[in-house]
């Protein structure tokens, strides 16, 4: 499987971005697929997902503001992100779960400054 991010960019904040994740394979094969970041010298950290059956999560610092959907037609999943602070600023990286095989993405740069 291999994951292609695009969509990252620079924005003011408050402003508002939306990256996307299309895999080589259909996304409905796949148990889970999740947006994690990380910015330089940072833990990488969780962001949202969405399971399979439709179900979705997001961490604390970006629920209410992030939003994550998947379009079977397209075979992509994105991360509309709106309201966005300097704080949100790193790398997205978007990756799958299926059984035992989780694969990552390279990555896509946000970056949220004036």
């Known amino acids: 499987v291999q994951l292609m991010e695009s969509g990252g960019g620079l924005v003011q904040p408050g402003g508002s971005l939306t990256i996307s994740c299309a895999p080589s394979?259909?996304?409905?094969?796949?148990?889970?697929i999740d947006w994690h970041r990380q910015d330089s010298g940072i833990q990488r950290e969780y962001v949202a997902r969405i399971t399979a059956d439709g179900k979705k999560y997001y961490e604390n610092p970006v629920k209410g503001r992030f939003t994550i959907s998947a379009d079977n037609t397209e075979n992509t999943v994105f991360l509309q992100m709106n309201s966005l602070k300097p704080e949100d600023t790193g790398t997205y990286y978007c990756?799958?779960?299926?059984?035992?095989?989780?694969?990552w993405g390279q990555g896509t740069q946000v970056t949220v400054s004036s």
């Open positions: 990756r799958t779960i299926r059984g035992a095989e989780v694969v």
């Open positions: 394979e259909s996304i409905s094969s796949f148990e889970v």
